[in-house]
């Protein structure tokens, strides 16, 4: 299933699924929220827990391969669609560089109020993917991910990450971000090094 000489990647195509696809992808992340955030009352527990149970038993028959999922292919959604993303939107795609906005939700906490430190390098690296994609390098994995934290990252509060790629060498990529708030506040730094998969590599 590879698309270039470069790797055993497989190859991804959009997915234009059903507006209900993403109602289902926003109430789960709400669900997410909410069971990081809240005490329910015993009573409540065992339904929450029923109904879980019945969403999950009801989903389960159509599990199917990498890439026939929308999830993580639905470039209209925040995420892509993809429970796993933060569910960023992307404001700018290309060869200089992609950016895109959005905010750390409750479920990201980390503590007293700021987002997990181990989200960022999520946001980061897939942030990473794309550039490297826009760029329009082979595909690539990220050898190393390097975050300076400057500041604490709240939650709930619109920002902006942004990215480009800085040098090319043979099979490697040099790619550099930044974190901030929508004043231009550095929340964070980061700087990677993807290199290009040779064939067959995973
Ligand atoms: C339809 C909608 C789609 C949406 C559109 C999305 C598009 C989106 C595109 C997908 C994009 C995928 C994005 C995947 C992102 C990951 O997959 S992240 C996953 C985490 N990363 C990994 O699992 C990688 C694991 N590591 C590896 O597989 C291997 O170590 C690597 C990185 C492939 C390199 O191994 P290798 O091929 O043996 O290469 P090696 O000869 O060691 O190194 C090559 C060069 O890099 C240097 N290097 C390697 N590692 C390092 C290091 N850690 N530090 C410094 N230098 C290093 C070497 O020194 C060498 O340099 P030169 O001697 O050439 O100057």
């Given at each position: 299933m590879s698309d270039t000489p470069h790797g055993g990647f497989p190859r991804f195509t959009p997915a234009h699924p059903p507006a209900d696809f993403g109602r289902l992808?926003?109430?789960l992340r709400t669900i997410q929220d909410l069971a990081v955030s809240t005490d329910l009352p015993e009573e409540q527990l065992a339904a929450a827990a029923d109904q879980a149970e019945k969403l999950a038993a009801a989903m389960a028959p159509y599990v199917v391969p990498e890439g026939a999922s929308p999830a993580g292919r639905s470039?209209?959604?925040p995420g892509r669609g993809s429970l796993l993303l933060m569910p960023w939107t992307?404001?700018?795609y290309g060869?200089?560089?992609?950016?895109s906005t959005g905010v750390f939700r409750r479920y990201h906490l980390g503590g007293n109020a700021a987002a997990h430190g181990g989200t960022l390098p999520l946001l980061f690296d897939d942030l990473f993917g794309l550039i490297q994609h826009g760029y329009g390098r082979p595909r690539s994995r990220t050898a190393f991910l390097h975050i300076d934290y400057r500041a604490v990252t709240p939650l709930d509060q619109q920002l902006r990450v942004s990215g480009h790629v800085t040098?090319?060498?043979?099979?490697?990529?040099?790619?550099?971000a930044v974190l901030t708030d929508l004043d231009g506040k550095v929340l964070a730094e980061c700087n990677s090094l993807m290199v290009s998969l040779l064939p067959g590599q995973p």
């Amino acid at each position: 299933m590879s698309d270039t000489p470069h790797g055993g990647f497989p190859r991804f195509t959009p997915a234009h699924p059903p507006a209900d696809f993403g109602r289902l992808v926003e109430a789960l992340r709400t669900i997410q929220d909410l069971a990081v955030s809240t005490d329910l009352p015993e009573e409540q527990l065992a339904a929450a827990a029923d109904q879980a149970e019945k969403l999950a038993a009801a989903m389960a028959p159509y599990v199917v391969p990498e890439g026939a999922s929308p999830a993580g292919r639905s470039l209209e959604l925040p995420g892509r669609g993809s429970l796993l993303l933060m569910p960023w939107t992307i404001e700018k795609y290309g060869p200089d560089g992609v950016q895109s906005t959005g905010v750390f939700r409750r479920y990201h906490l980390g503590g007293n109020a700021a987002a997990h430190g181990g989200t960022l390098p999520l946001l980061f690296d897939d942030l990473f993917g794309l550039i490297q994609h826009g760029y329009g390098r082979p595909r690539s994995r990220t050898a190393f991910l390097h975050i300076d934290y400057r500041a604490v990252t709240p939650l709930d509060q619109q920002l902006r990450v942004s990215g480009h790629v800085t040098k090319v060498e043979g099979r490697k990529t040099f790619i550099e971000a930044v974190l901030t708030d929508l004043d231009g506040k550095v929340l964070a730094e980061c700087n990677s090094l993807m290199v290009s998969l040779l064939p067959g590599q995973p």
